[in-house]
């Protein structure tokens, strides 16, 4: 019964494809439109292409959008993107962003590119160009500096700099617009034509988080050296009769490692 070729590339349907009311569409379709990715297509979106036509998957394409990108009018993206979107705005009033233009569009990329779900948090976001000429939203988070550039034809492009690998991070201001230059390894990376303002912002707040993350690994690292500190303050606690001895014995063999 099922037509062997993808209604919207017209390649062969393969295995592996998105099921509509009354059509299917190839792996490559639906990675390419966002409805899911290599791994899969979530319950949600499964869920909402069963009550969907490959006539609104070509609207869809034609109007030059992506599931990701859908008004919740025309058909509603996922939940969780939303969700996630939600989160994301709030985090940006918190960071005071104010500097975004021409990036609008990787700015809907965030909900698939932050760890939300594990606590990556953005701290500060603004639009520059990079040494290609290419407008991108750069965003530095807890965890790293993601700069991210979409076009229409090669798609979502990003680049990663996790924080303990920032040695440095400098600005200049120009009349206008300034630049930062991120010291990555033995790599200057540099950002131009980013408003003054932001551009001082961005690089404190890279600064500034590069040394928490280093200072939390370090401490994270470093084998415990307090042993006394902590069984004297247990000792304490067992004079005072709040913990049993039995349970001063464990808590000491587990500090001691024994
Ligand atoms: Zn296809």
Redo the contacts with the bound molecule.
């Keep these: 019964m099922a037509k062997k070729v993808?209604p919207?590339?017209g390649?062969k349907l393969g295995m592996y494809r998105l099921r509509f009311k009354d059509g299917a569409?190839?792996q490559?379709?639906l990675i390419k439109y966002k409805f899911g990715n290599i791994i899969g297509v979530r319950p949600s979106v499964v869920n909402w292409a069963s009550s969907h036509t490959i006539a609104d998957v070509q609207q869809m394409v034609n109007d030059g959008k992506d599931f990701s990108q859908m008004n919740p009018v025309s058909g509603t993206p996922s939940e969780e993107y939303q969700q996630k979107m939600d989160v994301i705005h709030s985090q940006m009033d918190e960071a005071g962003v104010s500097d975004l233009f021409g990036t609008k569009k990787e700015i809907k990329e965030l909900p698939n590119i932050l760890d939300l779900e594990h606590g990556e948090k953005i701290i500060y976001l603004a639009s520059g160009m990079d040494s290609d000429g290419n407008t991108v939203l750069i965003v530095c988070t807890n965890t790293r500096v993601i700069t991210i550039d979409k076009g229409p034809l090669y798609g979502v492009k990003t680049n990663v700099i996790p924080l303990d690998m920032v040695n440095g991070v400098t600005y200049s201001n120009g009349l206008e617009l300034g630049k930062i230059a991120i010291t990555n390894g033995a790599l200057v990376i540099g950002y131009s034509n980013i408003y003054n303002d932001a551009a001082k912002k961005l690089a404190e707040a890279i600064k500034n988080q590069a040394y928490i993350f280093k200072n939390k690994s370090i401490e994270k690292d470093k084998p415990n050296n307090d042993f006394a500190d902590q069984i004297r303050s247990l000792k304490s606690l067992l004079d005072d009769g709040i913990i049993t001895q039995e349970e001063f014995d464990a808590k000491k063999k587990q500090i001691l490692g024994i």
Aim: glycine share 12%; aromatic share 0%.
């Design positions: 993808c919207i590339c390649g569409i190839c490559k379709c």
